[in-house]
């Protein structure tokens, strides 16, 4: 499975930017997909992820309201809608993909087996 993230960019406090994830490969084998975030001096953090089918989602607390994932499986793309944007916000953006199937969430980045390359978000203030 590889995994292309793309969509970050440069934008000012309270803009929106959308990023996708693209996968290819054997994608059949994907169950959750993640997006983490890790600025610059520190670890990375979980942000989001979405089931295999789309119809459930986790955010961790400080994108609750202002960040959407979603998926369209015909494509195989998994998007970050990202509003409300904070400099806070500002890190270098990864997708993942879980083989495993689980009952609950995981925010382990060791726990997610494929990574996209990563996609820069700055957010001016």
């Known amino acids: 499975v590889q995994l292309q993230a793309f969509g970050g960019g440069l934008v000012q406090a309270g803009g929106s930017l959308r990023l996708a994830c693209a996968a290819s490969?054997?994608?059949?084998?994907?169950?959750?997909t993640a997006w983490f975030r890790q600025a610059p001096e520190k670890d990375r953090k979980f942000v989001s992820a979405?089931?295999?089918?789309?119809?459930?989602?986790y955010y961790t607390d400080s994108v609750k309201g202002r960040f959407t994932i979603s998926r369209d499986n015909a494509k195989n793309t998994v998007y970050l809608q990202m509003n409300s944007l904070k400099p806070d916000d500002t890190a270098v953006y990864y997708c993942?993909?879980?083989?495993?199937?689980?009952?609950?969430?995981?925010?382990?980045?060791?726990?997610?087996?494929?990574w996209g390359q990563g996609t820069q978000v700055t957010v001016s203030s």
């Open positions: 490969g054997r994608t059949g084998t994907i169950d959750a």
């Open positions: 993942a993909a879980d083989r495993t199937y689980r009952t609950d969430w995981t925010t382990a980045a060791y726990e997610y087996d494929y």
């Open positions: 979405i089931s295999r089918s789309g119809d459930s989602a």
